[in-house]
């Protein structure tokens, strides 16, 4: 099925992008990779007569580190750039593997990291590890620009805080403490994953341990009871020692997730992936 004829907008600027929304308002939406929205438009399940394609807007797309060590990601990038970026395999190797592993090459190529956060399909990878790493969103409109934390960013399924006419312009990730490693693990019967897990492990910060599951509701859930079992550990345990302390407390933390059946599996056995994926992850970050 085709979609419903639109007028298409090409901006070669952020100015001019947020220009073309302020004019059309609800009868306008932004198009970024493409991969989600105009799946639904050929659907018909989302109508705009009017597209705003943001592919022409350069600021969107730059990778660089600030002088504080803040990582800044253009919404624009593709999973693969990003993948591929060396200063995102050097400062996040874990945020790059996951990007190497997203969906097929033709999502990888063509999808962008804003517009899979923006579209806000529960079955993502993105959200999850951004969570565990503290990210923000940088959000722009034509009156401010704001930053919301990515654990505040995804409020239902489909849904956001991104306010109609603001545009996503690039995720910052901050600086971690001196040997912190982060990983993610991931399963699922399909391109997308039924339960992904994220991991970051901070041996010389405050809290030891930040752990998000994703895919298995709506948002990323943190896991906070065994965060905090966590961050009583000796930062120089080796891995069986931290999962001696921790396995017990993340089965029933797991067991009490508020899953539903769907077609990627039944809750007990998305509840289960939670474990193993989070073991995994761990794991993962520790060695």
């Keep these: 099925m085709r979609p419903?004829?639109?007028?298409?907008?090409?901006?070669?600027?952020?100015?001019?992008?947020?220009?073309?929304?302020?004019?059309?308002?609800?009868?306008?939406?932004?198009?970024?990779?493409?991969?989600?929205?105009?799946?639904?438009?050929?659907?018909?399940?989302?109508?705009?007569?009017?597209?705003?394609?943001?592919?022409?807007?350069?600021?969107?797309?730059?990778?660089?580190?600030?002088?504080?060590?803040?990582?800044?990601?253009?919404?624009?990038?593709?999973?693969?750039v990003i993948a591929r970026d060396p200063l995102v395999r050097l400062v996040l190797p874990g945020y790059a593997e996951l990007s190497e592993n997203v969906a097929n090459i033709r999502v990888r190529v063509a999808g962008t990291l804003g517009g899979v956060l923006c579209f806000a399909e529960p079955h993502a990878d993105a959200p999850?590890?951004?969570?565990?790493?503290?990210?923000?969103?940088?959000l722009a409109s034509p009156e401010r620009t704001r930053r919301v934390p990515s654990r505040e960013f995804h409020l239902s399924e489909f849904t956001t805080a991104r306010e109609e006419n603001e545009i996503l312009v690039a995720i910052e990730v901050p600086p971690s403490s001196a040997g912190t490693r982060s990983a993610y693990r991931c399963f699922g019967h399909t391109e997308r994953p039924a339960v992904g897990v994220a991991a970051a492990w901070s041996p010389n910060g405050p809290k030891?341990?930040?752990?998000?599951?994703?895919?298995?509701?709506?948002?990323?859930?943190?896991?906070?009871?065994?965060?905090?079992?966590?961050n009583v550990l000796a930062p120089d345990l080796p891995y069986e020692e931290v999962w001696a302390s921790l396995s017990?407390?993340?089965?029933?933390?797991?067991?009490?997730?508020?899953?539903?059946?769907?077609?990627?599996g039944s809750a007990d056995y998305k509840r289960h992936l939670v474990s193993v994926l989070a073991q995994r992850a761990i794991k993962a970050s520790l060695t």
């Design 208 to 230: 030891r341990l930040n752990l998000w599951a994703g895919a298995i509701t709506a948002t990323p859930q943190p896991l906070s009871e065994t965060e905090e079992a966590a």
């Design 128 to 138: 999850t590890m951004l969570c565990a790493l503290d990210a923000r969103m940088v």
């Design 248 to 264: 017990s407390v993340l089965a029933a933390e797991a067991a009490r997730i508020d899953a539903h059946d769907d077609l990627h």
């Design 4 to 80: 419903v004829r639109f007028e298409l907008h090409r901006p070669t600027s952020l100015e001019d992008a947020l220009a073309f929304k302020a004019v059309y308002g609800d009868e306008a939406t932004f198009h970024a990779g493409g991969t989600e929205l105009l799946v639904a438009l050929k659907a018909r399940v989302l109508h705009y007569d009017h597209v705003i394609d943001l592919k022409q807007v350069p600021e969107l797309r730059d990778i660089h580190v600030r002088e504080d060590g803040t990582l800044v990601i253009g919404a624009l990038s593709t999973h693969h």
